[in-house]
């Protein structure tokens, strides 16, 4: 089982990023998705996530209006695009996942979790 998550980086206040998470295809065809982040210090908090059709979407309060989560079965990818990023948004982001085919928020029904990758916002 192998999930690589990508696109972090540095950026500014205000600008953008768009992450992607790689999932083998026997792990994630049929299942939920979801991308969670960790920032220094704090516990890791969900952000957001997709059923398997890619018709159920949820976020978090703190990003929704902000984030927009996809995914494409053709790739066995999902997407986490990230606009008017804040200088919270900084941390660890993860993909993960999910046990069944439902969109959730809850950590513990994901069974398979990326290494994550750095988003660093500036103020």
């Known amino acids: 089982v192998q999930l690589q998550a990508s696109g972090g980086g540095l950026v500014q206040a205000g600008g953008s990023l768009r992450l992607s998470c790689a999932a083998s295809?026997?792990?994630?065809?049929?299942?939920?998705m979801g991308w969670f982040r960790q920032a220094p210090g704090k516990e890791r908090e969900f952000v957001a996530s997709?059923?398997?059709?890619?018709?159920?979407?949820i976020y978090a309060d703190s990003v929704r209006g902000r984030f927009t989560i996809s995914r494409d079965s053709a790739k066995n990818t999902v997407d986490l695009q990230m606009n008017s990023l804040k200088p919270e948004d900084t941390g660890v982001y993860y993909c993960?996942?999910?046990?069944?085919?439902?969109?959730?928020?809850?950590?513990?029904?994901?069974?398979?979790w990326g290494r994550g990758t750095l988003v660093t916002v500036s103020s």
């Open positions: 997709i059923d398997w059709r890619g018709s159920d979407t």
């Open positions: 295809r026997r792990t994630n065809s049929n299942n939920g």
């Open positions: 993960a996942v999910g046990l069944g085919p439902t969109s959730s928020t809850n950590n513990r029904r994901y069974r398979y």
